[in-house]
């Protein structure tokens, strides 16, 4: 594999909410990926990190703490305007993580739209978007069932809270894939049943290396 020595490598989790994104994260965090070691970045879970005060001191102001707060109770996606929020906490996760050159930065939960990804260029190369496919319904029922193990305790899994957040992914994220693919990026498309498990994605993640990442 080739390599920015600027920026480091990076894979984005793509796909709805429900579809297990975070427990593949953790997946590949804890087993790697073609050799690499992985870091898994959870914004959703840094953003509720953020606004409940929780991340190293001084990093957020009080104001966007409480711009966060707002954010995760309407369920909005953070816009340009406000990415350099989102860059203290990836900067900040890349100094704590101490990532190498033999490292991808998993990236779930950001970009979710094209905006995002723009601004997302300088910091990180993105190697691969995995593209965790899931139709409505099986988003739904995965949630149901808490088919990846993740959903205890998430307050904003009401179904018309749920079917919010399929929708902004329709028209907001999902255009992602084309962007990517217009830079290069190669895309993995991986399918995600109802009750398709982490272990299983990463089985077909690790069977599809290619040197040209």
């Known amino acids: 594999m080739t ?3 600027r920026r480091p490598a990076a894979l984005l989790l793509l796909g709805p909410t429900g579809a297990g994104k975070t427990p593949l994260g953790m997946e590949l965090e804890h087993r790697g990926l073609w050799g690499w070691r992985c870091v898994h970045f959870d914004f959703g879970a840094n953003l509720r990190r953020g606004a409940a005060g929780q991340l190293p001191d001084g990093l957020l102001t009080d104001g966007e703490r409480r711009f966060l707060a707002g954010v995760l109770e309407s369920g909005a996606l953070l816009e340009d305007a406000h990415f350099p929020i989102a860059e203290k906490i990836v900067r900040s996760f890349l100094q704590e993580r101490r990532v190498d050159d033999r490292t991808f930065v998993v990236m779930n939960g950001l970009p979710r739209h094209v905006g995002q990804a723009r601004a997302l260029l300088p910091l990180l190369s ?4 995995i593209d965790m496919t899931c139709d409505a319904p099986t988003a739904l029922e995965r949630i149901r069932t808490d088919a990846g193990g993740d959903r205890a305790g998430r307050a904003d899994d009401d179904p018309d809270a749920v079917r919010k957040r399929l929708e ?3 028209e907001r994220t999902t255009p992602l894939v084309a962007f990517y693919r217009d830079l290069g990026v190669r895309i993995l498309e991986v399918p995600v049943g109802a009750a398709t498990a982490a272990a299983e ?9 290619d040197a040209d990442l």
Do not use: F, G, K, S
């Not at 993105?126 to 978007?129: D, G, I, N, S, W």
């Not at 994605?201 to 290396?209: G, K, S």
């Open 168 to 170: 902004i992914y329709r």
């Open 126 to 129: 993105m190697r691969a978007v």
């Open 3 to 5: 390599r920015d020595n």
């Open 201 to 209: 994605l990463w089985a077909l993640l690790q069977d599809r290396r």
